[in-house]
């Protein structure tokens, strides 16, 4: 079973960036499309993006479309989250997830398809 860690989280003021990362330990990542996740406070968890095993597709949420890469490095065993032009609507706890083994990317990042859960890692937009 994979198990992933997120980092990267801080504050930051609107229109600035951060680059969030989902690293792997004990497993490879080459077999495992990754997810990210956020949670705002008092509301539900949502699906941000998803990078599909060999990182040649990609899914965005349409809050984030154009503004939010992932990428992923399997070498390093790391995604990654660019996150540009941050928004206060943007602020949560963001987690990553796998849809598991040799998995897709779900098309409507459904969190029941996901496993695998890291600790998550807080993001503050704020002036």
């Known amino acids: 079973q994979v198990q992933l860690v997120e980092s990267g989280g801080d504050l930051v003021q609107p229109g600035g960036s951060l680059r969030l990362s989902c690293a792997a330990s004990?497993?490879?990542?080459?077999?495992?499309?990754i997810g990210w996740f956020r949670q705002a406070p008092g509301k539900e968890r949502e699906g941000v993006s998803c990078?599909?095993?060999?990182?040649?597709?990609?899914l965005y949420a349409s809050s984030v479309k154009g503004r939010f890469t992932i990428s992923r490095d399997n070498a390093k065993k790391t995604v990654y989250l660019q996150m540009n032009n941050l928004k206060p609507e943007d602020t949560g706890v963001y987690y990553c997830?796998?849809?598991?083994?040799?998995?897709?990317?779900?098309?409507?990042?459904?969190?029941?398809?996901?496993?695998?859960w890291g600790q998550g890692t807080q993001v503050t937009v704020s002036s």
């Open positions: 004990r497993l490879s990542l080459d077999y495992y499309a």
């Open positions: 990078i599909s095993v060999g990182g040649g597709s990609t």
């Open positions: 997830a796998t849809p598991g083994f040799l998995s897709p990317c779900s098309g409507n990042l459904s969190l029941a398809a996901f496993r695998s």
